[in-house]
């Protein structure tokens, strides 16, 4: 198992930028394991934002490409979602995963963060 923690959520105007982070410890970082950020809002199912592997290839939801990038320190143990031009939309709880099988489909994620807060306001 992975343990993950985030931080770095917030609230923020729309338009501005926000950086989360995820620290993640235990069986960490093997050359298999992906990375990935999803998001919750109360009444929805969590979904899919990003992800990315060990060799840096990425994937994103349609509605955050060209405004979020993801990527990792591996040397750190760490995996960060930058968030630009930031719209109320994106209001939710994010969630760090972790996919052991090194797998970026996210239905692979089986290791999860307790989630940190992002508020855009208009």
């Known amino acids: 198992q992975v343990q993950l923690l985030e931080s770095g959520g917030g609230l923020v105007q729309a338009g501005g930028s926000l950086t989360l982070s995820c620290a993640a410890s235990?069986?960490?970082?093997?050359?298999?394991?992906?990375m990935g950020w999803f998001r919750q809002t109360p009444g929805k199912e969590r979904e899919f934002v990003a992800a990315?592997?060990?060799?840096?290839?990425?994937t994103y939801r349609d509605s955050v490409k060209g405004r979020f990038i993801i990527y990792r320190d591996n040397a750190k143990n760490t995996v960060h979602l930058q968030m630009n031009s930031l719209k109320p939309e994106d209001t939710a709880v994010y969630y760090c995963?972790?996919?052991?099988?090194?797998?970026?489909?996210?239905?692979?994620?089986?290791?999860w963060g307790q989630g940190t807060q992002v508020t855009v306001s208009s």
């Open positions: 990315i592997s060990w060799t840096g290839g990425y």
């Open positions: 235990g069986r960490t970082f093997s050359r298999y394991v992906a």
């Open positions: 995963a972790a996919s052991v099988s090194g797998s970026r489909d996210e239905r692979a994620f089986d290791s």
